[in-house]
């Protein structure tokens, strides 16, 4: 068969196939071939770039977002949520109803689960609906927080292991200290060290990315921080993101020591070893945070929304340009 017969053949099938949805013994049958020559050709199309299959399904900009987020950072999952209200207590719902869905689909009974504070992170909890009793236990890898009950961090281990099933552990001991010396007998103390190094033994964390933009930042309501410290960490120590009240910059990397140094909690190194970790942060406020976090390998997920998403995907697009 000349070349031309046999791309003509292979057209006709592809359209009987691909367009009329005819199966392919139907059209063995129509053109007097075998289903084996069918199948091969059919094979032998796609081989050849012969196929080009484009999927336009609703909100079809958004799985690709996540595609690219996947592709760009290495992301084993990515979920992008549309716009959803016009207030950021709708947004958080939102993400969190779709966190706690996505969670409990990856619990497996045995896990111990870490958590950072945040309202990203009590959005989550709050969304967790579920009849079946997970057999885990739930651990702070921060300590305490000064603000409402609801965010704080070992109310928010407890409700979630209890809607959950499982066992919670407290840390009792504020997340910021006035030293480093304060934050190194604090955390030599059994009932402190104990509860870090369940945590850091943890197989999964849930994770909440904060800013440190000094006018829009609840880190100043929970580390004693004034504006003008998160100044410092923003303009002198390049501070773009906090993950459990660890600063750092663009790149990931930590930074502002002289801060770290006086967190109660599992440093970013310790963070980055817990062997599956879930990021959930939205808003276009965060696109900064959470690409630090994701060019420092944070992530193995991230749950955030559009706006988000498409700040993320910028920063990389103007950062690739200026290295090209």
Do not use: W
């Amino acid at each position: 068969m000349s070349t031309y017969e046999s791309v003509r053949l292979m057209n006709t099938i592809l359209t009987l196939y691909y367009m009329e949805e005819l199966t392919q013994a139907d059209i063995a049958q129509r053109l007097g071939l075998s289903t084996a020559k069918v199948n091969r050709l059919l094979q032998q199309a796609r081989e050849l770039g012969y196929v080009n299959i484009s999927i336009r399904t609703p909100f079809q900009q958004l799985f690709d977002l996540e595609t690219r987020l996947k592709a760009v950072f290495g992301l084993q999952e990515a979920i992008v949520i549309p716009a959803v209200g016009d207030t950021s207590r709708s947004m958080l719902n939102a993400l969190g109803t779709v966190a706690a869905t996505f969670l409990l689909e990856r619990l497996h009974d045995g896990d111990v689960l870490a958590i950072t504070p945040g309202t990203t992170v009590q959005a989550v909890v709050q969304s967790i609906d579920t009849t079946r009793r997970y057999r885990i236990q739930v651990v702070p890898l921060l300590g305490a927080i000064q603000g409402p009950i609801e965010s704080d961090m070992n109310y928010l281990a407890t409700n979630l292991a209890d809607r959950l099933g499982g066992k919670s552990y407290q840390l009792h001991a504020p997340a910021f200290v006035e030293t480093r010396e304060h934050c190194e007998m604090l955390q030599s103390m059994s009932p402190v060290k104990d509860i870090l190094d369940i945590a850091r033994h943890a197989n999964t964390a849930l994770l909440g990315i904060g800013t440190v933009d000094a006018d829009v930042s609840r880190f100043v309501q929970f580390t004693a921080l004034s504006a003008e410290d998160l100044r410092h960490i923003a303009e002198d120590c390049g501070g773009v993101g906090e993950i459990g009240a660890h600063v750092y910059n663009v790149e990931g990397q930590a930074c502002g020591k002289e801060y770290a140094d006086r967190v109660i909690g599992l440093t970013l190194d310790e963070i980055h070893k817990i062997p599956y970790r879930i990021g959930v942060a939205a808003s276009a406020a965060k696109a900064l945070p959470i690409y630090g976090a994701l060019r420092g390998g944070y992530l193995h997920a991230l749950i955030t929304d559009e706006a988000a998403a498409c700040g993320v995907l910028k920063l990389f697009d103007e950062g690739f340009r200026k290295t090209s």
